[in-house]
């Protein structure tokens, strides 16, 4: 079983910045692609940003230029620097990491709890 727990979110003005941060935590062979979703309300959650264990991080148009993603294998953490922020950044933001149970086992995705970003003066 694996845990992803969030932490950072809260309240900015618009403007502002804020980083999240993001770690997998328990039994699994390895941790694949890790990422961040959000979801306002009244919308669809929407994929912001995602960066696969070795290979090159991809951020939505929406936040392209503004948001940075990042990790660090050794702790299994993903992190999102989220400058510039808007109004309409507002939302809950949930991590996601794909973890394999076992050597060449199953892909499976979890997801951690949510954190809610209000962007707001």
């Known amino acids: 079983q694996v845990q992803v727990v969030e932490f950072g979110g809260g309240l900015v003005q618009p403007g502002g910045s804020l980083r999240l941060s993001c770690a997998a935590s328990?039994?699994?062979?390895?941790?694949?692609?890790m990422g961040w979703y959000r979801q306002a309300p009244g919308k669809e959650r929407e994929l912001v940003a995602s960066i696969p264990s070795g290979g090159s991080p991809d951020v939505a148009d929406s936040v392209k230029g503004r948001f940075t993603i990042s990790r660090d294998n050794a702790k299994n953490t993903v992190y999102l620097q989220m400058n510039s922020l808007k109004p309409e950044d507002t939302a809950v933001y949930y991590c996601?990491?794909?973890?394999?149970?076992?050597?060449?086992?199953?892909?499976?995705?979890?997801w951690g709890q949510g954190t809610q970003v209000t962007v707001s003066s």
């Open positions: 328990g039994s699994f062979s390895s941790i694949n692609t």
């Open positions: 996601y990491a794909y973890s394999r149970p076992y050597v060449a086992g199953p892909l499976v995705r979890y």
